[in-house]
């Protein structure tokens, strides 16, 4: 599914920077397991319809430096701890879903 961040959105500015583009693909979250809250701090519970899932796999190698760095940044982690924690499929990088505007294909 592709993402698609609303002009208006707070952290269209930060995703923009980030990603290169207002287009993201995603996935719905998959529940309760995926760690949201980041490296060394405890998994968030979250709605999964308020969120949806950066699939990260689907990211361009200068896409995934940039989301290492800014998430580095965010979370005073070194670039390899995000890279290990992006790169474990138990986690996962939440969209907020009134950020975003998803386009669902009936026939992809």
Known sequence: ???????????????FSVLGTDRVE????????VNYAGPGRATKAIDPSKFY???????????RQRL??????????SAT???EWI???RNGIP??????VVAMGLFQ
């Open 1 to 15: 599914m592709t993402a698609i961040f609303k002009h208006s959105a707070a952290s269209y500015q930060n995703w």
């Open 26 to 33: 995603v996935l719905i979250p998959s529940g309760p397991s």
């Open 53 to 63: 899932q950066i699939n990260v796999a689907s990211l361009s190698p200068v896409q």
């Open 68 to 77: 290492v760095q800014y998430l580095s940044r965010k979370w005073k982690q």
């Open 81 to 83: 701890v995000i890279e």
């Open 87 to 89: 790169s474990d499929s």
């Open 95 to 100: 969209l907020i879903s009134s950020d975003v």
